[in-house]
């Protein structure tokens, strides 16, 4: 059905401030690693983080060396159709499962067919095997 996967995600949290992302982006890109995905969720004092990267293990050092305090976590990643609703039949198809989504993001290009979501869920691993169609 899908090409769904388990991911493992790098959480940086952090105290806040101006320039944070140009900070850890030059940090990665001056090292040839890619962002994949990248969330940030911020307020006047503190910022998280959650990223995918090209090579999570370089990422994750290059990070922890810098001095940012790293997590990790399994995610989620699925890459949809780009149409109306298509995002809605997955959302329903794993509550009707009784998995619950606690985060997400997504990205789509506006000429793109297909967008590339990245959750995690109550229930990751049972997620993953719904959406390849098990």
């Known amino acids: 059905m899908l090409d769904a996967q ?9 105290e806040n401030r101006t320039g944070l992302l140009a900070e ?3 940090l990665l890109g001056d090292m040839g690693i890619n962002l ?12 998280r ?3 995918l990267a090209t090579s999570q293990s ?25 149409y109306p609703g298509f995002l809605c039949r997955i959302s329903e198809a ?4 009784d998995i619950s989504l606690t985060d997400l993001h ?3 290009s506006n000429e793109g067919n297909t967008g590339v979501v990245v959750f995690s869920c ?3 691993g049972r997620a993953v095997q719904m959406l390849r169609g098990r």
């Open 24 to 26: 850890i982006s030059r």
């Open 94 to 97: 794993l509550a009707r499962k």
């Open 6 to 14: 388990l991911r493992t995600e790098i959480i940086v949290e952090t």
């Open 36 to 47: 994949l995905s990248i969330a940030l969720d911020a307020d006047s004092e503190e910022a």
């Open 58 to 82: 370089y990422a994750r050092d290059a990070l922890r060396e810098a001095g940012f305090a790293i997590e990790e976590r399994d995610v989620v990643v699925v890459e949809l159709p780009h």
């Open 49 to 51: 983080f959650r990223l």
């Open 122 to 124: 109550s229930d990751n």
């Open 106 to 108: 997504v990205t789509v």
